[in-house]
């Protein structure tokens, strides 16, 4: 499985406000050290990135 498996993800024009706040949401739990320890549990590490980027992860993915 890539990065791209275990991520939160919305559909294509998906207002970027309602990107922004979910991220800002998720980037709040994944400051929770309980959270980071029972995502470690199971062999997940959070690695939070800007959707930016990350729609260049799942470019190389699909190319791959």
Not at 34 to 51: D, I, N, W, Y
């Amino acid at each position: 499985m890539g990065a791209a498996d275990k991520a939160a993800k919305a559909p294509a024009g998906t207002p970027a406000a309602i990107v922004t706040k979910g991220r800002a949401q998720i980037n709040t739990a994944l400051a929770s050290a309980e959270l980071r320890r029972r995502l470690q549990s199971e062999g997940v590490v959070a690695a939070p990135t800007a959707p930016e980027a990350f729609a260049q992860v799942i470019k190389r993915e699909i190319e791959r």
